[in-house]
């Protein structure tokens, strides 16, 4: 029987572990954390987990919502249609539909026609190749014009890329308008009930499930076995599905090699920030508020109980202040009294009626590793799931393109991948 070592115990190692056990096959999965579930995870917080960054999911999350119905919690699974809106001029537009866009005040009608015969393109558009080698600074500036690429576009792409936004494929752009609904799905009570059963899963079918285990090392000894070195011992096993940066795979495995290295070593990717807070009243009435006015600490501003009822945390009102920024930014180094110091007095933008003394608890994260930076020719530069060790696979977010990260796409990939190794049988 072969022997898995899963790297990783996010929605893509633990889906992999799960195929691979449902397969009859031997696996063991690392993950450095305590508890599973990786970038999507969360902590308990009232009757409920908390994601430690805001997460949700659209209808086309076909993986994702067919893995939720058959770890039977398809009956959490609700989708609202929460308020999305952009921060412009200090006022809230709400943009997520046709009609929205029309009345998007914030530039004038011709447009906003141009722009939602744009929108409207890029929905029905199934060719994304046609975008891969122009940049979305580019295209958008071309088909939607300056004004309204100024106005909402650039500072989207800055938000999530900072002096790189003029660097983005179009194709990224294209994956995150062509196929998502308004509805936002969420499994009530925390997707951490989706990572929770899938671990208590893979052990019900004999695979072995280690949290707290960081991976320091692998190796390739002359049998051809693999021995992982974990900081709870070593670990024999045949096959490796790694599904950890690849960056960090390559680091931890010197025998990959110096090509290998110098080819795939490269792809950059942006660290996620998150403060959250609890306050003892609502913000705002909006769940996702882009910000694309200047000056702001955060890019984007998410009020999850306008999206979830107060109740299921215990009656906070729970409002995310996210960023993404290159690892070695300074907000990175600061600790949660300085980051408040920092982004509260910015709320009072957003609503002049808040006082600090509305917070009444606050949590903060970081990860590396968390948004790759899909410039032009990304494409090129992804690994393939094979590497130059035999039975050593490399499966990651950033392999997910043309799409942006996201839940489902970790886990379409892993079973993608699990279900092409030999022998195995068809989904
Ligand atoms: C701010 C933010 C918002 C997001 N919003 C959404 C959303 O709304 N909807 C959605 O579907 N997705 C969203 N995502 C994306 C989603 O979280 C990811 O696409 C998905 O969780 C990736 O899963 P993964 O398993 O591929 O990677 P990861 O979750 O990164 O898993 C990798 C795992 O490897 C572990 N690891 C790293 N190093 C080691 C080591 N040395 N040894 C052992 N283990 C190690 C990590 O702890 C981690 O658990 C968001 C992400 C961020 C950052």
């Known amino acids: ?78 989708w609202p249609r929460p308020r999305t809106s952009t921060l412009i001029g ?48 580019r295209w958008m500036r071309r088909y939607m014009g300056d004004r309204v690429y100024r106005t909402l576009w650039e500072p989207v792409l800055r938000g999530k890329f900072g002096d790189r936004y003029d660097e983005i494929t179009m194709s990224w752009m294209w994956a995150r308008i062509h ?51 974990a900081t ?8 490796i599905v790694s599904t950890l940066p690849t960056a960090l795979t390559i680091k931890l495995t010197p025998q990959l090699g110096d090509n290998y290295s110098a080819r795939y070593g490269r792809l950059d990717s942006y660290g996620a920030h ?12 909006v769940y996702w508020l882009n910000i694309c006015d200047p000056g702001f600490p955060f890019v984007g501003l998410f009020e999850h109980t306008n999206y979830m009822p ?22 990175f180094g600061m600790n949660e009294q300085q980051v408040l110091e920092r982004f509260l007095p910015a709320l009072r933008r957003v609503n002049p009626d808040f006082l600090e003394s509305w917070v009444t608890d606050h949590w903060m994260f970081k990860a590396p590793f968390a948004q790759p930076i899909v410039t032009l020719g990304y494409a090129d530069r992804l690994p393939p799931h094979e590497t130059p060790l035999k039975h050593f696979l490399v499966a990651n977010m950033s392999q997910v393109y043309p799409q942006d990260r996201g839940q489902s796409y970790s886990i379409a990939l892993a079973e993608r991948l699990i279900s092409g190794l030999p022998g195995a049988p068809p989904r």
């Open 179 to 229: 196929q998502r609904s308004p509805n936002l799905g969420y499994l009530r009570g925390g997707f951490q009930q989706l990572y929770d059963r899938l671990a208590e899963y893979i052990r019900q079918l004999g695979g072995e499930t280690r949290f707290g285990s960081e991976i320091i090392g692998v190796r390739r000894d002359g049998a051809g076995t693999f021995c992982i070195e």
């Open 232 to 239: 709870d011992g070593e670990h024999e096993v045949d096959r």
């Open 310 to 331: 107060v109740e299921d945390y215990g009656g906070r009102h729970i409002v995310y202040l996210g960023n993404y920024l290159p690892m070695d930014d300074p907000l």
């Open 274 to 285: 998150c403060m959250i807070l609890a306050l003892d009243r609502p913000l705002t009435d």
């Open 1 to 78: 029987m072969t022997r898995n070592g899963v790297l990783g115990g996010g929605a893509l190692g633990l889906t992999a572990a799960l195929r691979l056990a449902q397969r009859g096959e031997s696996v063991v999965l690392f993950e450095r954390e305590s508890t599973p579930g990786g970038l999507a995870s969360g902590f308990k917080l009232g009757t409920s987990y908390l994601e430690k960054f805001y997460h949700h999911l659209f209808r086309s999350d076909t993986a994702a919502l067919a893995l939720i119905e058959e770890l039977g919690l398809r009956d959490r699974l609700v």
């Open 90 to 137: 200090g006022k809230r537009y709400q943009l997520d539909s046709a009609l929205t866009v029309l009345r998007f005040g914030a530039v004038p009608l011709v447009d906003r026609l141009r722009l939602g015969a744009a929108v409207g393109y890029l929905r029905l558009e199934r060719n994304y190749h046609r975008m891969e080698h122009t940049t979305a600074d």
